[in-house]
């Protein structure tokens, strides 16, 4: 847990060598937007802005919910298992995305609930399941801790592998719940505003998983300035590990990619642990979930891809990672102004 | 020119049978969004759900406007010449991209000013460059027609050669003042509104670029309903070529990918001619050009890419392209519920 207290900033000499590269690109200054931005901050991340080609993967956390049990979805909860092992196949939304990257998909079962494991699917249990957040506590202190560890350790493995762009995901029935309650108890926003339909429930259902979520934040009214207790008394073992995730990638120098709800929540969290962290982060998609947009304004961030997307398991971090990549392209491939043979000095007082 | 009346509708068998499949993947209903509507449109366009890799080219149209005449930017119009021989060596904003995506760039030279033509560059030449809007019409209806025809060629020598992709960009200083007189004249949108930075303006000279357009729709005020005749007295050669190229496309049945607002402008002039056209069309980023929005509004599309982008050349494409390859992965290479051996009653009938 001390490394969550050890991330170096950005490399700042890096940053500026890269804004002054992409500045004297051939092209109006500012006209590849975000892209000239994204380059920036991966050439801080890595301290120098020849980096070279990122080999990408992502991180899906599955766990089970004790919020299940009170019944306002009609997904069964085995559906968890039964993705689970689906992404080791490379057959769900995540598995097919990311190899339109060439990204690797890695699944941990943080506490899928009745999980005998298999392989491909890594053991970093923490229990059978949170307990019921309508009723209890999530989980022990110890297990918060212990989710949350598995998380940055997951991120340490996947950089030793020589993984230089993650992202991370989530598989968990109920997990739409519990990210609302965790974002309510750490913004203060209301029910009412973030909580959204999830996998697709009726209004009936809706209303239902809004008075579960009011509910659990009424029973455990947590101190919104203790992220670790917010992440216990509500949290799912995938919130927590994906937030030790986003501190592993920080910690060890990795730019990491948000993908929806669950995901910018848990980022969301990391960076109340340490703000530094969102220096490594990078928004993805435009979540459909109501919640999503609080998420990211608490992070000062904006997602850049309006999709409509809102299936989770990371899926919406390959895309991102393709914009990334096109960014770095960007950066190391374009002529600048003189390898071009373009007289600069007639532009680049222009397009401010 | 008789092409543009001979467009095909897309299959609706294949858009159902493609829609039946996304909706049967293992997820819930409508969870992957925008890719999905893609994947049905696509399929609609190919005439079948399995359709194969899509082999991808972007096609850059150069010419050179009278309207730099009035002086109101102090970019030289031979940076038109220079950029398109850089886009030869694919060291610019859309060759360094779309390398990302695996796409070819085509350039046709559709009247530089002064260019005497190389290898890499097609000449399509139908003049040396337009004369100056401000003054008098753009070009001569023969010199319109010609520059329609040429993009309908250029589109229809592409997929003969196999290409299943196709975006189009431009290159032509003071094109996004051609570009803003044709859309004000096809929509009644005022210069107010619409005319932008460009490659980035200052104050002052944006009121004259202003002025400019506002004087050119006085001397001409062509007849919105007479598109022909807007392209003729308003447009660059390179519009009427990208309009021509979007008409070929969609008379060849290949998805097209629309870049920036020259691009959107473009795509508003084809579809004025064959309304059928935007079955064909994909928008990408939303430029950060004012007038995009007018264009897409009357194209009825929205942009998903939110990335800030004003550069053209095509350059908005390639990130497109990748997120139009995902949906095709994810039609047809996820698993259905039956697959994946999920109980899809358990969840079709919620996610709408």
């Not at 209303?207 to 934040?217: C, D, F, M, P, S």
Request: aromatic share 6%; glycine share 10%.
């Amino acid at each position: 847990m001390k490394r969550i207290f050890d991330i170096k900033k950005p490399g700042v000499a890096a940053m500026e060598k890269a804004r002054q590269r992409v500045n004297e690109l051939a092209k109006p200054i500012g006209s590849l937007g975000l892209l000239e931005d994204y380059a920036v901050k991966l050439s801080g991340i890595f301290g120098k802005t020849n980096f070279p080609p990122m080999k990408k993967a992502i991180a899906v956390f599955a766990a089970d919910n004790g919020v299940w049990d009170e019944g306002y979805t009609p997904v069964p909860q085995s559906v968890t298992a039964l993705q689970a092992v689906n992404m080791t196949k490379g057959v769900t939304g995540v598995g097919v995305l990311a190899a339109c990257v060439k990204a690797d998909v890695f699944v941990y079962d943080m506490g899928i609930r009745g999980f005998k494991g298999m392989k491909g699917i890594e053991d970093r249990r923490v229990g059978d399941g949170t307990r019921n957040i309508a009723k209890e506590a999530a989980m022990e202190l110890s297990q918060a801790m212990q989710a949350i560890t598995h998380g940055i350790d997951a991120a340490e493995a996947l950089a030793d592998k020589g993984y230089r762009l993650l992202g991370c995901g989530e598989m968990g029935i109920c997990n739409t719940a519990t990210s609302s309650a965790v974002l309510c108890a750490l913004t203060g926003a209301s029910p009412e505003d973030v909580v959204g339909r999830g996998a697709g429930l009726t209004d009936e259902q809706l209303e239902q998983k809004r008075a579960v979520v009011r509910r659990a934040l009424d029973i455990h009214k947590p101190d919104p300035d203790n992220t670790l207790e917010v992440l216990r008394t509500l949290g799912g073992f995938d919130i927590a590990a994906m937030a030790g995730f986003f501190i592993g990638c920080a910690y060890r120098q990795i730019p990491a990619v948000i993908d929806g709800f669950i995901s910018a929540v848990a980022a969301l969290a990391a960076s109340r642990f340490n703000p530094v962290v969102t220096d490594y982060l990078f928004a993805s998609h435009q979540s459909a979930e109501p919640g999503f947009q609080t998420a990211m304004q608490a992070l000062n961030m904006e997602a850049p891809l309006k999709l409509g997307l809102r299936l989770g398991e990371g899926s919406g971090c390959p895309l991102m990672m393709h914009v990334l990549d096109s960014s770095a392209a960007m950066l190391q491939n374009m002529a600048t102004f003189a390898e071009a043979k373009i007289d600069s000095s007639k532009l680049v007082d222009i397009g401010r």
